[in-house]
C-alpha cells in the first residue's frame, strides 16, 4: 500500500526538542521530493519544509528556520524533522507530504496521518 | 512571500448546488495552483494541480481555472461528501504558501 506514517509527536515543555519520523511505503520514496506541513489547533495550512530526493535542497518557512532541521535516510525510506528550542505557536498537527513526479507544478499527491505535536508547560 | 487569499472564508450550500471558490496570490505564480479538500481530523487531499488538472481518482465535478493572479475551485454540484474545508497552494516559489481555507458547510 502507498502510504506515509508520521510518529514521534507528542507533549513537550517550551524550550525542548522533539524529533518526527515519516516512514513511506509502497513507492520510490528515494526519487520524491518530500515535505512537513503543520496545522495549528482549528486553523489552516502552513508549509513547514521541503527537501529533494536526494536531501541536497532543503527549505524551511521563517518561522521555524535556525530551530528545525529537516533530513532523509533514503536506505530506510524515511523523513524526519528535528525540532529545537519549541515554542507554545509550534503547537499543531505535523504532516508529511510527498512531491507529486513528473509535474513542474509539484504539489502534494500523497499525504501522512499526522502526528501532533503540543508544547506546554 | 507570496501570500494567497481565499474568498469566501465560509459557505453554505444545499445538496445539488453550484459552489466557486475564489484565491487570489499576491503576485503572479502562472499556473503553479493547486486546490486540496480536508474533511474534519484528515488529512488534505489533492483535488486539482496546475490550476486546472484533475488529480487522479477525484471526481470531475470538481474544476479549477484561472491564471497569474486570480483563480476559481468550482464544484458543479455539490454532494454531501464535498462539505469540508477548501485550501489553495501556490508552488511557484517558497514558502509554499497555502490560502487560509474555505469552509463549505450544509444550508
Known amino acids: 500500500e502507498v502510504q506515509l506514517v508520521e510518529s514521534g509527536g507528542g507533549l513537550v515543555k517550551p524550550g525542548g526538542s522533539l524529533r518526527l519520523s515519516c516512514a513511506a511505503s509502497?513507492?520510490?520514496?528515494?526519487?520524491?521530493?518530500m515535505n512537513w506541513v503543520r496545522q495549528a489547533p482549528g486553523k489552516g495550512l502552513e508549509w513547514v519544509s521541503s527537501?529533494?530526493?536526494?536531501?541536497?535542497?532543503?527549505y524551511y518557512a521563517d518561522s521555524v528556520k535556525g530551530r528545525f532541521t529537516v533530513s532523509r535516510d533514503n536506505a530506510n525510506d524515511s523523513l524526519y524533522l528535528q525540532m529545537n528550542s519549541l515554542r507554545a505557536e509550534d503547537t499543531a498537527v505535523y504532516y508529511c507530504?510527498?512531491?507529486?513526479?513528473?509535474?513542474?507544478?509539484?504539489?502534494?499527491?500523497?499525504w501522512g496521518q499526522g502526528t501532533l505535536v503540543t508544547v506546554s508547560s | 512571500d507570496i501570500q494567497m487569499t481565499q474568498s469566501p472564508s465560509s459557505l453554505s450550500a444545499s445538496v445539488g448546488d453550484r459552489v466557486t471558490i475564489t484565491c487570489r496570490a499576491s503576485?503572479?505564480?502562472?499556473?503553479?495552483l493547486n486546490w486540496y479538500q480536508q474533511k474534519s481530523g484528515k488529512a488534505p487531499n489533492l483535488l486539482i494541480y496546475?490550476?486546472?488538472t484533475l488529480q487522479s481518482g477525484v471526481s470531475s465535478r470538481f474544476s479549477g481555472s484561472g491564471s497569474e493572479t486570480v483563480f476559481t475551485l468550482t464544484i458543479s454540484s455539490l454532494q454531501l461528501e464535498d462539505f469540508a474545508t477548501y485550501y489553495c497552494?501556490?508552488?511557484?516559489?517558497?514558502?509554499?504558501?497555502f490560502g487560509q481555507g474555505t469552509k463549505v458547510e450544509i444550508k
Open positions: 507530504a510527498r512531491d507529486k513526479l513528473h509535474t513542474a507544478v509539484i504539489p502534494f499527491d500523497l
Open positions: 509502497g513507492f520510490t520514496f528515494s526519487i520524491s521530493g
Open positions: 527537501i529533494n530526493s536526494a536531501g541536497s535542497h532543503i
Open positions: 503576485q503572479t505564480i502562472n499556473k503553479y
Open positions: 496546475g490550476a486546472s
Open positions: 497552494q501556490q508552488t511557484f516559489t517558497t514558502p509554499r504558501t
